[in-house]
């Protein structure tokens, strides 16, 4: 996933006085819960001040904005016991990207860190954007998906591949596009096959809105001129994206139920919730003083119900019958109706956006369950 100098702190995050440096085990024991600003020494005895949170991944990987001196920097620390491999792959991802002449953020620094872990730091781009928010103005993709198919089809003729492809990992800046995450680059002595280059291609295309679509073919032409010994047919083309756009809506829906940078997963003695993270701050608190509103959503049935001040629709569903109670949650009848509204939302961004699950529990058992959706779209959930 990208990282860009655009993206908001997390929720957890709140700026406050600067502390001491802290250490690498720290930040490691912290897990979503880092405070901001902060500091941490450099082996070499140079000191590094994040000032804001753009990505966590929790016990491994802390990227934000910071300063180094007086220089503006994107600071990836690397915080996990083994850091030193992932450092290594980022840092070498880089260098071959660079090597090809394939645009991307001016590397700062690549350091270890005063008691473990690891740092790399590349120039902070105050005004880029991800090629995703970029295309927010859709006049704007005449131009840029053709410049970012030629992008790719560089890497390809050059060996180099970015396993992890989509609009995210492409930045605007200056009116540049630039490749980033090194650490999903892999580098082949030779230029990409047919087979690798074509599904690789057909990542990038299957990432695409479903409004920009119909871009496709300039992309794949715009993609031969920079690569100009790909033979692939359209046909061949067609059936990579269609398994690519397949794998996509796989991986995102089986993300839904569980903790990750787009969900947030809590639970007690009697109830568990998937909600959103960009809404957590606010709906949490609302569905916690809300659960006997909720409760009273008879299954099978839809309410609008206000959480926060914020309309909502709320669906309930009724709990698994019999022995079923003590199937594993992820299948009862609300997880799945949760499960369909994410991949809806993912395939037509004009569908209600899913914003929370809460299911209720007794010990093992599963009980009754609640999807709750944005409510300004029409739209209905699978009660599948």
């Not at 991944?57 to 016991?81: I, N, T």
């Not at 359209?234 to 398994?243: F, G």
């Not at 829906?253 to 569980?258: A, G, N």
């Amino acid at each position: 996933m990208a990282e860009c100098p655009g993206s908001m702190p997390t929720p957890e995050s709140a700026p406050e006085p600067a502390r001491s440096p802290i250490r690498a085990a720290e930040l490691r024991a912290a897990g979503r819960k880092i405070r901001t600003p902060f500091t941490v020494r450099l082996a070499d005895g140079r000191m590094l001040t994040v000032l804001r949170l753009l990505r966590v991944l929790p016990g491994r990987r802390v990227v934000g904005e910071g300063r180094l001196g007086d220089r503006a920097v994107l600071a990836k620390l690397f915080v996990s016991r083994g850091s030193w491999r992932y450092w290594r792959r980022e840092r070498a991802g880089i260098e071959a990207l660079l090597a090809a002449g394939i645009p991307t953020p001016t590397p700062v620094a690549a350091a270890h860190l005063a008691g473990g872990g690891q740092v790399l730091l590349t120039t902070f781009l105050t005004d880029a954007l991800p090629l995703a928010d970029a295309l927010a103005d859709q006049s704007a993709a005449a131009t840029r998906l053709p410049a970012v198919a030629r992008l790719v089809g560089s890497m390809h003729r050059a060996g180099l591949m970015q396993t992890d492809l989509h609009l995210g990992n492409v930045l605007l800046h200056a009116d540049t596009l630039l490749m980033i995450d090194g650490d999903g680059v892999r580098r082949r002595r030779r230029p990409l096959g047919e087979r690798a280059a074509t599904g690789n291609l057909a990542r990038l295309l299957a990432a695409l809105p479903t409004a920009l679509r119909a871009h496709t073919p300039v992309m794949v032409e715009a993609y031969r001129s920079a690569n100009p010994d790909f033979r692939a047919s359209a046909d061949s083309i067609r059936a990579a994206v269609a398994h690519a756009d397949a794998r996509r809506i796989r991986d995102f829906v089986d993300k839904s139920l569980r903790e990750c940078s787009r969900f947030r997963v809590t639970r007690n003695d009697t109830y568990r919730t998937v909600v959103l993270r960009d809404a957590s701050e606010w709906l949490e608190p609302a569905l916690h003083t809300a659960l006997t509103a909720l409760a009273e959503v008879c299954p099978g049935s839809d309410a609008s119900l206000p959480l926060d001040g914020r309309p909502v629709q709320v669906r309930g569903f009724a709990a698994p019958a019999g022995i079923r109670r003590a199937m594993p949650w992820r299948r009862a009848p609300a997880a799945r109706a949760w499960h369909a509204a994410n991949r809806a939302r993912l395939l037509d961004e004009d569908a209600p956006e899913p914003l929370a699950l809460v299911l209720t529990r007794a010990g093992p058992l599963t009980g009754r369950g609640w999807v709750v959706l944005a409510a300004q779209a029409p739209g209905t959930i699978n009660h599948e």
